[in-house]
């Protein structure tokens, strides 16, 4: 005989006594509940109060950006915001501070061509005048700035190293050295020509 010719075996295993088996005809005796019914039991807050949350939050990073403006104020490196921190951002504003620049005095100049030119205006030449002298000014200051950065990145690779370049130092410095030496933040720490060494 072949073993693919079929047993005689008439055994049938049977569920226990105790065990219940559900026929495909039995209910679960209550409605499927709606998938709306379902997300809203299933959704939770993660706080009581969401508004209370929200204001306590921004009270926190309020209180942060104080301790952060005063650290700057004050000079405490410890405190300020990442992107002012470490020797080579000091470095690089102490650079700047030790320095005259014309682009710390464009914005009072500026200011003054304004209210010059409401009152000069209608005088042609001497406006025109006032215009090109304004435009020389501030072609003079972006020649001076672009200078700037030459001579200060020559100086820092000379005591970093070109692989310790913070990133966005150009722009950091352009809008330091452009800014009025009283309004800039960190506050200057060096004194007019003590340059960094």
Known sequence: MSDNTPSNDSTVDLPDENSTVESPSDKKGRPTPKRKDQEAANRRTLFDDPKAAKKADREK?????????????????????????????????????????????????????????????????????????????VLAAAIETFVMVRRMKKRFIEKFGASRMPRGWTFYVISRALNMRRFRVPRPKVARGEFPV
């Open 61 to 137: 990073m309020r209180v942060q950006r104080d301790k952060e403006y005063q650290a700057m104020r004050e000079g405490d490196e410890r405190n300020m915001p990442l992107e002012h921190r470490g020797p080579e951002r000091r470095w690089l504003r102490d650079y700047v501070d030790a320095r005259w620049s014309m682009g710390e005095f464009l914005l009072p100049v500026a200011i003054l061509f304004v209210i010059l030119s409401l009152f000069l205006g209608q005088f042609g030449a001497l406006g025109g005048l006032m215009v090109l002298v304004f435009y020389i000014l």
